[in-house]
């Protein structure tokens, strides 16, 4: 099974600034089948980069994904006060499929 | 377009039965792979089963041997057999399907196992 680490836990940052947000796992993923949510609550996950660094329709590009092998990010280049939210990936690539634990962007 | 819609969710006691259907458009359910998702409250997201386009089906192992994963291609839909229900079972379930590498998700079901 590949175990997926998401870094930090919790990013406290102000609206403007950068986010980076790291997911690593324990084995390649297989065809770069990694997949980034977005969550606020009481919503359905949100898809926001599928294939590593695909945006999803009607994602804005503020959004971007990187990475390969085992190690993977999604940047939000400036926060604007509806980024703050729940952010999780998942590989699919190769069964089990797994969820990182997911990071909390929150407001400084 | 694609769309996944889920019902069958509601209050069960533990022990009991439920089945989970999620209808697809826009796209061919046996063509692709699909899978199920569940988030309990408060809790993050846990991928319960899948089931390849080829027919090959996985599971978590919380859920080995009292879920079944299956399709209907004559309808278009997809479904997940509960039984042996515990109250750990208690989340929002979610359908997804992965056309070409791009996931599609359901607006989901909540299941409560409870007496």
């Known amino acids: 099974e590949i175990v997926l680490t998401q870094s930090p836990g919790t990013l406290s940052l102000s609206p403007g600034e950068r986010a980076t947000l790291s997911c690593r796992a324990s084995?390649?993923?297989?065809?770069?089948?990694l997949a980034w949510y977005q969550q606020k609550p009481g919503q359905a996950p949100r898809l926001l980069i599928y294939?590593?660094?695909s945006r999803a329709t009607g994602i804005p590009d503020k959004f971007s994904g990187s990475g390969s092998g085992t190690d993977f990010t999604l940047t939000i280049s400036r926060l604007e006060p509806e980024d703050f939210a729940v952010y999780y990936c998942?590989?699919?690539?190769?069964?089990?499929?797994?969820f990182g634990q997911g990071t909390k962007v929150e407001i400084k | 377009e694609v769309q996944l819609v889920e019902s069958g969710g509601g209050l069960i006691q533990p022990g009991g039965s439920l089945r989970l259907s999620c209808v697809a458009s826009?796209?061919?359910?046996?063509?692709?792979?699909m899978s199920w998702v569940r988030q309990a409250p408060g809790k993050g997201l846990e991928w319960v089963s899948l089931?390849?386009?080829?027919?090959?089906?996985y599971y978590a192992d919380s859920v080995k041997g009292r879920f079944t994963i299956s399709r209907d291609n004559s309808k278009n839909t997809l479904y997940l057999q509960m039984n042996s229900l515990r109250a750990e079972d208690t989340a929002v379930y979610y359908c997804?399907?992965?056309?070409?590498?791009?996931?599609?998700w359901g607006q989901g079901t909540l299941v409560t196992v409870s007496s």
């Open positions: 997804t399907g992965y056309i070409s590498g791009h996931p599609y």
């Open positions: 826009g796209f061919t359910v046996s063509s692709n792979d």
């Open positions: 089931i390849y386009s080829g027919g090959g089906t």
């Open positions: 084995q390649s993923v297989s065809f770069s089948y």
């Open positions: 294939g590593a660094s």
């Open positions: 998942q590989q699919y690539g190769s069964s089990p499929w797994t």
